[in-house]
């Protein structure tokens, strides 16, 4: 695959550097793509998945890459976007040797992009990882996903407001797609606060907790958790799932969850705006998790305080995102962008 034939992929964003990874010693294959470092290092976590292709992880890094800009941008991190993907394969061994070959790989950007937690990179990969590289971040912030989901619950408190002129959850149905750490945490927010909880997932034990912690939850079969008639669906496993197919299915008001990349494209955004459903860009409601590890790097030290006010800061984010929307008559994700392009980039406005 050559440097033409990847800067021809639509997920391709005049990215700073993008490299493939590779240790045939351990079975290491992978990519890390650099999106953007005007605010500062890049950062991102890695993601560890059963991908289909070369191709496929390398897009699938091209564009997670590229939301870390934009997130870090409007979640008022001193970061860069970055992303890194390791292709999963059953024959071989995450283990201590595989782990050590990638920060080592890690180590060669010398503080240019900074890593941790992402889908099928636990905490103990990341304790493991630590051990060979400065550069890995979440050991002393520890669990990010209740962060993650406080953002998501703030963010989704604010999108309330507009719609249906309160943040009260009482009387609310929202439907979770996905009952991972960050979807059980949006679910028993929106249950303490006395929403009503459709959910559904793959994994039989995440369903079996989360009927045991909320009183009269309905479980659907996941290809049927887009389609419930609810106030809120929320995206919260991979990305796309705000597609072609999808997208006339859609039974609620607003869309707001922790996933990234939930917009196949960014066309959709216009499409839920047409359709009078009320989208919060993923990467502005999900940014509580990259607020509460980037603090792990604060020169003032981690402050468990200062990471809640800015969370809770998320809240005002998508208040004015709406608000331009509405103003300017622009989907809220071309809104996010602007905003966030302002920051970053502020000689292309």
Not at 52 to 74: I, N, P, Q, V
Not at 122 to 138: C, F, T
């Amino acid at each position: 695959m050559s440097f033409d034939t990847i800067s021809e992929f639509p997920e391709y964003d005049d990215h700073e550097l993008v490299a493939s990874i590779s240790d045939e010693r351990v079975g290491l294959r992978g990519f890390i793509a650099l999106h953007n470092v005007t605010l500062g290092p890049a950062t991102g976590g890695t993601r560890y998945w059963h991908y289909a292709s070369g191709e496929e992880a390398l897009k699938d890094a091209l564009r997670l890459s590229r939301a870390m800009t934009y997130k870090c941008a409007l979640a008022g991190v001193p970061y860069g976007g970055g992303k890194a993907v390791i292709m999963a394969n059953d024959r071989v061994l995450k283990d201590e040797k595989f782990l050590k070959s990638y920060a080592r790989k890690i180590n060669l950007f010398k503080g240019n992009f900074y890593t941790g937690e992402d889908v099928g990179i636990s905490q103990d990969d990341v304790n493991r990882l630590a051990k060979h590289s400065p550069y890995i971040v979440g050991r002393r912030a520890g669990d990010s996903s209740p962060w993650a989901a406080l953002g998501v619950f703030n963010a989704l408190s604010a999108a309330m407001e507009e719609v249906f002129g309160s943040e009260d959850f009482e009387n609310r149905a929202i439907a979770i797609q996905g009952l991972g750490k960050v979807g059980m945490g949006i679910a028993e927010l929106v249950y303490a606060c006395g929403g009503t909880i459709v959910a559904a997932d793959i994994k039989g034990s995440a369903v079996k907790m989360a009927v045991k912690k909320f009183k009269h939850i309905k479980i659907v079969p996941p290809a049927e958790i887009h389609k419930q008639k609810v106030d809120v669906y929320s995206p919260n496993t991979l990305g796309g799932e705000i597609n072609e197919k999808t997208i006339n299915e859609l039974r609620c008001s607003i869309v707001c969850g922790g996933a990234n990349n939930q917009l196949k494209s960014d066309y959709y955004g216009a499409v839920l705006q047409r359709l009078g459903i009320l989208y919060v860009p993923d990467y502005v409601a999900n940014a509580g998790g990259l607020i509460n590890l980037k603090a792990e790097l604060d020169k003032r030290g981690y402050s468990k305080e200062r990471v809640r006010e800015k969370v809770l800061g998320i809240h005002d984010t998508v208040a004015r995102i709406i608000a331009l929307s509405k103003e300017k008559k622009k989907p809220t994700n071309e809104i996010a962008d602007d905003l966030a392009k302002k920051i970053f980039a502020p000689s292309a406005k």
